[in-house]
């Protein structure tokens, strides 16, 4: 099957360094395409960060007067902290955390090496820095009045005066097991690394904090055995508590509040509620709010199974609760189009109204609820289209902020505008409608966790002026670069902010092809994305097929490098192409961000998620078109949902693909969390979830098969991983494992130099390069976030000596 390297084309150790930078570096080959803006206080003023001359800058902008008024060269910042912690700070790498500028701009604070920094602004270069007592910290939650921050200290809730700095304890019984203001202990771990706030919220009047205990004493450990701990030595176990679709309890909430001043609990009268959404709790899922006068809390209670939910008012002094609005359907409820994401759910407490996101229409709309009756009033939006966010709502203007996917007839589906709405009168109004994906954040949006990673706060970033007058917006299409722009609430563009630059790009760079073709059905259409390979070694080439297998998301990028914060789908399939294979990405049945019957078709068959005879029917259509696709060889990789797809391909379809690689695959629901499960496959049954499960097609191997995995991965557990292995040695089937005994939920560089190995070996017919270390950037962001914690080390040297 060798096609051979010919003369003038590269070599395979090229094509991997090619691959290793397309991956790791192509997001960094286009400047100022992706742009987060940070409002200051309750002005028209925003700051973002960009390149200037290859130089990081943090620049203010003022909206009003539609121009920039300050620019600040962060290597200014980085010199004067090298002045002041007498060590080198890299301008290319400091993160500078929490960062803010005050309302007049003189001064900005941050958080770096672990310590508070103020800077005086003044002329570029001639600023002046201090160190200054931290106002606040990752976890910390200021109340309205600003005198306290509730945080979270040996898994009891604390209350910090901010002018004193002393610290008190609400509450004193809490345990690793039953933890206040905490996540599922499922979730700890991720928490851990990636951040987030805790679980609760301040009354208006600061007098309560409403928050939960989440109870995991009846969860049992699922473990995580640590082979090669860095000490060496015996292996070690971590319980890792994990609640499972088959066990009778799963984590539950106690739903509570407490008077700051005396530190007095009032339970909610109400039954515990169960971890759902991904083991959500109400507060990180945005279901939770005060009332005015700050006399009730209200919860949202998905019952387990997510096919109900309950609006309940709980009365703070009494702890008595009533359920002022339900919604029930035949399958999981959608609060929001992504899970991951805050709920679409908006109270108007002035009104006792709540605007709520549902899908009973067949569509992702926003109703208006009015809690005094528990009805809905009116649809605020209707249409063949779809609500794909909800940026703000005006209670005094009575509109709503929305991004809606769909709305334009002659456009890919998945497409956002941006749009308001009338909350009574229903009026709507696209505000902007050039072609593409137009990008307008929300605080705390899925997409905006990686910048955590970046040492921002995803709670900071808002396209969405405070007043309501302005948004940002990013523009961007699959087939050329961004442009962001700043616009009035009526549309009106004020500025140009940034067009993105080509920083680096290949001579012989090639857009992509959005495609849309036929699912398997004969008739829903699907879309997808086919990447041309690089310099292809004969008249026809390989194509790999990129897959997810969730129903939780849309796989298939929209827009290249509008919000590449960190390398994704689009720099995956890119540097699969690298090696000379066509690429493709495809969203099949099952899947999200469409109309309710598309995603819904999985429910209850996980396994069809993203539909692998919809994948098989669009690369033969793709092939009718592109006769250099070689239909005979055809590979499949993804990770974790994306890795189950790929097992399932190799295990059902192998006659089709031909080589598969798996990465951190959850091959069995049942030994996942509970929450995704029940949400996607249903309540648990033995013979439904054998369905799904991909050991039970263990004997249909025969193809080449690849599984790479880590063996401290707490969401999709190394034990699914293993049964699928003991169910094809059971059946004489010859599979191939890398197991990373190190990695968590990850590929990392080692494990995605093992997948080229294996394409160009079984795919090619080739001889691999010299094995040489590969670069993951995960890896790197993670290590200096950490690094950035820390003194530098001329520093902690020098405190050590003293010491």
């Not at 609760?200 to 009047?205: F, H, I, V």
């Not at 176990?237 to 739903?255: G, H, Y």
């Not at 790999?544 to 914060?565: E, H, M, N």
């Not at 066509?582 to 996980?606: H, I, K």
Request: charge should be negative; proline fraction near 6%; aromatic fraction near 10%.
């Amino acid at each position: 099957m060798s096609t051979g390297i010919h003369r003038n084309e590269p070599s395979w150790r090229e094509r991997y360094d090619r691959s290793e930078g397309l991956l790791n570096d192509s997001h960094r080959w286009v400047a100022n395409g992706t742009v987060l803006p940070h409002w200051i206080g309750r002005t028209e003023r925003f700051w973002y960060e960009r390149l200037r001359d290859g130089q990081r800058v943090l620049r203010v902008f003022d909206a009003a007067a539609g121009r920039p008024c300050l620019d600040v060269p962060i290597s200014d910042v980085a010199q004067a902290l090298a002045a002041a912690l007498k060590a080198p700070v890299a301008p290319d790498t400091l993160v500078l955390q929490g960062l803010r500028f005050d309302d007049d701009l003189r001064r900005t604070h941050f958080t770096a090496f672990g310590r508070g920094w103020c800077w005086q602004l003044g002329e570029p270069g001639a600023g002046t820095l201090q160190e200054a007592p931290q106002a606040s910290a990752p976890g910390w939650v200021p109340a309205p009045d600003g005198r306290n921050a509730a945080l979270v200290r040996d898994d009891n809730l604390w209350l910090r005066d901010l002018a004193s700095g002393h610290a008190r304890a609400l509450t004193q019984d809490g345990t690793a097991t039953n933890a206040y203001a905490g996540a599922p202990a499922a979730m700890r771990e991720l928490r851990r690394r990636f951040g987030g706030a805790i679980e609760g919220l301040w009354s208006p009047d600061s007098r309560w904090f409403f928050t939960l205990q989440a109870d995991d004493r009846h969860v049992s450990p699922l473990p995580l055995m640590d082979y090669a701990p860095p000490t060496g030595g015996r292996p070690q176990v971590s319980s890792n508590l994990t609640s499972l679709p088959a066990d009778a309890k799963a984590t539950e909430f106690r739903m509570l509040a407490v008077e700051v001043a005396s530190g007095r609990q009032v339970e909610a009268r109400y039954p515990r509620l169960s971890a759902v959404r991904m083991n959500d709790t109400p507060f990180s899922a945005a279901l939770a709010w005060w009332s005015a006068d700050s006399r009730t809390a209200y919860f949202v209670d998905i019952e387990r199974g997510e096919k109900a939910a309950h609006v309940v008012a709980f009365d703070v002094e009494s702890g008595q609760c009533r359920v002022v609005f339900s919604e029930r359907s035949d399958t999981p409820l959608e609060l929001s189009v992504v899970v991951y994401a805050p709920a679409l759910v908006f109270p108007l407490p002035g009104s006792d109204e709540l605007l709520w996101y549902s899908e009973r229409s067949g569509r992702g709309h926003l109703d208006l609820v009015d809690l005094r009756s528990g009805t809905v009033r009116q649809a605020v939006t209707r249409g063949d289209w779809q609500v794909r966010e909800v940026l703000a709502v005006d209670a005094a203007r009575r509109e709503v902020f929305f991004l809606a996917g769909g709305i334009a007839a002659d456009e890919d589906p998945y497409l956002r505008k941006p749009c308001i709405a009338h909350l009574d009168a229903g009026a709507l109004r696209v505000l902007s409608d050039a072609p593409g994906d137009h990008i307008v954040w929300r605080a705390d949006q899925f997409e905006l966790t990686v910048v955590r990673l970046l040492g921002d706060d995803p709670s900071a970033v808002c396209g969405l002026s405070p007043s309501g007058e302005y948004f940002v917006e990013t523009i961007g299409a699959i087939d050329r670069l961004p442009e962001t722009v700043l616009r009035r609430r009526d549309g009106g563009f004020v500025a140009l902010l940034e067009q993105a630059e080509d920083r680096g790009l290949p001579a012989d760079w090639r857009w992509p092809q959005a495609v849309s073709l036929v699912a398997a059905d004969g008739v829903t259409a699907v879309q997808g994305l086919l990447f041309a390979p690089h310099k292809p070694t004969g008249d026809k080439a390989p194509l790999i097929d990129l897959v997810y297998g969730g129903p939780q998301v849309s796989f298939v990028p929209k827009s290249a490098f509008a919000d590449t914060l960190i390398p994704g789908t689009f720099q995956e399939a890119l540097a699969l192409s690298a090696l000379g294979a066509w690429v493709l990405v495809l969203d099949g049945r099952g899947t999200a961000y469409r109309e309710r019957a598309f995603r819904q078709a999985s429910y209850g068959a996980l396994q069809t998620a993203s539909n692998l005879e919809d994948h098989v029917a669009a690369i033969r259509q793709l092939a009718e078109r592109e006769p250099a696709i070689d239909l005979d060889r055809v590979g499949i990789t993804g990770f974790s949902g994306g890795g189950y797809l790929t097992a399932l391909a190799a295990l059902r379809h192998g006659d089709f693909f031909k080589v598969a690689v798996a990465g951190g695959g959850n091959y069995d629901q049942a030994l996942f969390w509970h929450s995704w499960g029940e949400r996607y496959h249903g309540p648990y049954d033995e013979t439904l979830y054998r369905q799904q499960a991909a050991k039970t097609y263990a004997a249909g191997l025969c193809g080449k098969l690849l599984l790479v995995h880590g063996l401290l991965d707490g969401g999709c557990h190394p034990a699914a991983l293993f049964q699928l292995v003991q169910a094809l040695i059971e059946q004489h089937k010859d599979v191939d494992l890398v197991a990373l005994p190190r990695a968590r939920h990850e590929w990392t560089g080692y494990g995605h130099r093992r997948r080229l190995d294996y394409f160009v070996r079984h795919l090619f017919g080739e001889t691999p390069p010299m094995p040489a270390p590969f670069r993951d950037l995960m890896t790197e962001l993670m290590a200096r976030l950490a690094a950035n914690a820390q003194p530098p080390t001329a520093l902690a040297e020098e405190a050590h000596g003293a010491a």
